[in-house]
């Protein structure tokens, strides 16, 4: 069982946008910030929102994250074949002292 | 660029014990709390342990508490995890990582590629 609850799957056509959900509660998301995660298969899980919709450098403008009480959001605009792939959300968790991740959503690109 | 390698990953027999490395390079290790992520096979992530970046601090995910303990060379920059009565469900890969979303330092957050620990008789 998950910390914060994310959908198991979401899937797009090219060109399209695509939202994926994470909900958590008063002890993670409603006072922390949210980071999200894209991991590729075969590969180590790779930063993509920090600080609820902050892009580390080298992630493109299609993706965007937002944050309202204690529920979070990824979007993707513009979906891709590349975007093909898990993604987490993730935030520390008060009551764990730990962090709390999103059980994954596996984006397929239709 | 920041680099992070696990290794000690393998088979090992229910109720047996193993150590995994992390050597940490291109930033200031001694600097950082370090983080071990683990995930299952076709499961999603797990943050099992913290340590602060003086060795002193250090955190336990309740699956590994008992079991598992944390510490750190900041002299040989590197990042252990001593893992003992190993059951069926410890079997993951193994991530080091400098979780952002851990330390509160936004964007420096880097995994290593990981370490399989395969739990089996």
């Known amino acids: 069982q998950s910390v914060l609850t994310q959908p198991p799957s979401a899937s797009g056509t090219p060109g399209q946008r695509v939202t994926i959900s994470c909900s958590g509660s008063s002890s993670n998301i409603g006072s922390n910030l949210v980071y999200w995660y894209q991991q590729l298969p075969g590969t180590a899980p790779k930063l993509l929102i920090y600080r609820n919709n902050q892009r580390p450098s080298g992630v493109p403008d299609r993706f965007s994250g937002s944050k309202s009480g204690t529920s979070a959001s990824l979007a993707i605009s513009g979906l891709r074949s590349e975007d093909e792939a898990a993604y987490y959300c993730?935030?520390?968790?008060?009551?764990?002292?730990?962090?709390?991740f999103g059980g994954g959503t596996k984006l397929t690109v239709l | 660029e920041v680099q992070l390698v696990e290794s000690g990953g393998g088979l090992v027999q229910p109720g047996g014990s193993l150590r995994l490395s992390c050597a940490a390079s291109?930033?200031?290790?001694?600097?950082?709390?370090m983080q071990w992520v683990r995930q299952a096979p076709g499961k999603g992530l797990e943050h099992i342990s913290t340590?602060?970046?003086?060795?002193?601090?250090?955190y336990y995910a309740d699956s590994v508490k008992g079991r598992f303990t944390i510490s750190r060379d900041n002299s040989k920059n590197t990042l252990y995890l001593q893992m003992g009565s190993l059951r069926a469900d410890d079997m993951a890969v193994y991530y080091c990582?400098?979780?952002?979303?851990?330390?509160?330092?936004?964007?420096?957050?880097?995994w290593g590629r990981g370490t399989l620990v395969t739990v089996s008789s």
């Open positions: 291109d930033f200031t290790f001694s600097d950082y709390a």
């Open positions: 993730a935030s520390w968790d008060d009551s764990l002292r730990g962090v709390g």
């Open positions: 340590i602060s970046s003086n060795g002193v601090g250090t």
């Open positions: 990582a400098t979780l952002g979303v851990a330390t509160g330092l936004g964007d420096f957050d880097y």
